[in-house]
């Protein structure tokens, strides 16, 4: 009886788990640095959460090199990505503005921009495009 019940519950637990988002990737190029961003798209295509940004950004004209992201969510709505948002968790109040559009399995090259109000650090406005990580 047990060996019949745990395929059955396990094709249960399968069929009625939540749909996953896809990880995407990509790259913004500040002059010659390249620099990775990483987010999720949920299963609906709704929204894009767990944004990373990977790379450098300048702070009082010298590189810094950080990984750093907001714990917001951004909305997607007809393909298109756009918003502003601030985060103060990380000790100093980071500002992220993100534009993107999605066609097919990419998001075109379009704006992104990070900024730290309480210092000089900021990534300026770069050029990103990602895809779906394989």
């Known amino acids: ?74 909305e997607i709505q007809d393909g298109k990505v756009q918003g502003v948002v601030q985060d103060a968790s990380s000790g100093g109040l980071l500002r992220f503005v993100l534009q993107g559009d999605f066609v097919g399995k990419a998001v075109r090259q379009k704006e992104f921009r990070m900024n730290l109000s309480a210092s000089p650090c900021e990534t300026y406005t770069v050029q990103w495009v990602a895809a779906p990580a394989e």
């Open 1 to 74: 009886m047990k060996v019949l019940l745990f395929p059955a519950l396990l094709t249960v637990a399968i069929l009625t788990a939540p749909p996953k988002g896809t990880h995407w990737t990509g790259t913004a190029n500040i002059g010659q640095q390249e620099n990775k961003i990483n987010f999720e798209v949920s299963a609906d295509g709704k929204h894009l959460s767990s944004l990373t940004f990977d790379g450098f950004w300048n702070c009082s004209g010298k590189q810094a090199k950080r990984t750093i992201g907001p714990q917001e969510i951004f």
